[in-house]
T-cell receptor, first 114, second 113 residues
């Protein structure tokens, strides 16, 4: 299995809602990532987990809360988002959190905040 | 400060032609230069990557050319096909930042039949 899966594909939420994005991989990768991608822009790194521990937080607002329950799963909990948070949220994984490691991206969750 | 500059922003090529996308970087500590391809509604996928100890790497119709002294690298797509129509991102990585990638702004390639 060489796939990163993400659910849901699409999500519409109000500014007072709480929702979660889910990501799963079964490639035995020990590094997992959350990216945010706006239309016609490159992905922006948000968080990196290495061996289930948070290793990088790119100064992301606390309304985004990541969680890595085990080596195959990555969640992103959302609360009190703003309309400008609407974007494609991409999950990725790589064998290790090291240079030369290919990152495998999921198809993303298209988030709309009303 | 944008550390990887990519051009052109968009590119239209006829089927069978050569597509060329260029990237320039400033950080001399960058040590790994991947190219990602992204189709609409999909996540990016690694296309080809190069390290600065070689000046060229070829995989099928895709070639990376690397000029360390000029701090530039480029992607050439030979015999471009309509199925190559996608957004292409160059990226760079340095060892001290782990797997953190610095992306270029992207090039939207359209290959006309």
């Amino acid at each position: 299995d060489t796939e990163v899966t993400q659910t849901p594909k699409h999500l519409v939420m109000g500014m007072t809602n709480k929702k979660s994005l889910k990501c799963e991989q079964h490639m035995g990768h020990r590094a997992m990532y959350w990216y945010k991608q706006k239309a016609k822009k490159p992905p922006e790194l948000m968080f990196v987990y290495s061996y289930e521990k948070l290793s990088i937080n790119e100064s992301v607002p606390s309304r985004f809360s990541p969680e890595c329950p085990n080596s195959s799963l990555l969640n992103l909990h959302l609360h009190a988002l703003q309309p400008e948070d609407s974007a494609l949220y991409l999950c990725a994984s790589s064998p290790r959190d090291k240079i030369y490691n290919e990152q495998f991206f999921g198809p993303g969750t298209r988030l709309t905040v009303l | 400060q944008q550390q990887v500059k990519q051009s052109p922003q968009s590119l239209i090529v006829q089927k069978g032609g050569i597509s060329i996308i260029n990237c320039a970087y400033e950080n001399t500590a960058f040590d790994y230069f991947p190219w990602y391809q992204q189709f609409p509604g999909k996540g990016p996928a690694l296309l080809i990557a190069i390290r600065p100890d070689v000046s060229e790497k070829k995989e099928g119709r895709f070639t990376i050319s690397f000029n360390k002294s000029a701090k530039q690298f480029s992607l050439h797509i030979m015999d471009s096909q309509p199925g190559d129509s996608a957004t292409y991102f160059c990226a760079a990585n340095e060892e001290t930042s782990g797997s953190r990638l610095t992306f270029g702004e992207g090039t939207q390639l359209t290959v006309n039949p």
